[in-house]
């Protein structure tokens, strides 16, 4: 049964609207704006029936400080009145409210509209639902085309098996850690940086086969090669990603492909960038990365122990990595400990 709210100073048209609506529907009847955003705190309601002339808060007002409360928001409000002025009537839609009855009512009148207004917020509720289900969809299948690219390029390249998910999941690791640690990183852009690690290296696939499926240590000129792969990977995720994606995300992840091997100190590539010049979802997943490739066994090295792996990061802090992110990936050791244990026992 759908539940209404009536707000209204005058005890004898409230006496008189529950009654008319209290066969079909339930009601709740206040006498003033403070009554009804009381009630409001921790109950809901279908729809409000509010005056709009009240002596503590006109209507006016109790609708703002209902449109203020996020979980309150989109109930239609119909304001009630006995000033059956034009203006006042556009003035309440303006403002917001759904629709507008003159007091005294007729009775039918009532009846229909606030049926109407109820169908149409059953309907606009199942158009959100069905629209967030699709852009759930959408936003999966885009999840696993990139993942499907990613994994596309990481099997033309011998020497990284696996480094695409484990480093993502580094990621994930570690921001939960900064979630949790800090408040100086908005969670939504932490959420993107999770999203956008599975892409970090997909410039792969614009560098030479005999380069990426090299066995062993590269050449100045082959290093080179490599090197393109930041600044390429950008190019490929834009293309991918704009218009798809929201335009913040974009960003985000064209961040994490093209700068995701430059250093604090400006050492590193494809230009060279310093400290926080360098965006921070990049600092975030050169920790990562770097991490994963130094507890696994590449062609042109073995495996690196826990000790040397976070030994190797902690003098690294202040000349690769950002010092502040730096510490913080440190206390990440136990999470990163159970993670790989559970990797190397599915791959062995
Ligand atoms: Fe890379
Ligand atoms: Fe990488």
Known sequence: MYHILIVDDSKTSLAAAKNVLSDLFKVTAVTSGSQALKFLQNNTCDLILLDINMPDMDGFDV????????ERKDIP?????????????????????????????????MISRICRILELEDLRKGLAVRIEEQTRHIRYIQTMTVMGMAAMVE????STGGHIKRSSMVVEVFAARLNSENDFLPKHLLEDVIRAAPMHDLGKIAVEDRVLRKQGKFTPEEYNEMKKHSAEGARIVKQILDGVEAPRFVTVAENVAHYHHEKWNGSGYPEGLAGEAIP???????????FDALVSKRCYKDAYSFDEAFSIIEESIGTHFDPTLGRIFLLC????????????????
Not at 280 to 290: G, K
Not at 333 to 338: F, S, V
């Open 333 to 348: 050791r136990p999470e990163l400990e159970t993670l790989y244990t559970a990797f190397n026992n599915t791959t062995e």
């Open 155 to 158: 099997s033309r390249d011998l």
């Open 77 to 109: 409000i119909v304001f009630l009145t006995a000033d059956n002025d034009p203006k006042t009537e556009s003035l309440c839609l303006e403002k917001g409210a759904m629709d507008f009855i003159t007091k005294p009512f007729a009775v039918n009148v």
């Open 280 to 290: 921070v979802e990049a600092r975030i997943m050169a920790l990562a990365d770097v």
């Open 63 to 70: 609708m703002e400080r209902i449109r203020d409360n996020p």
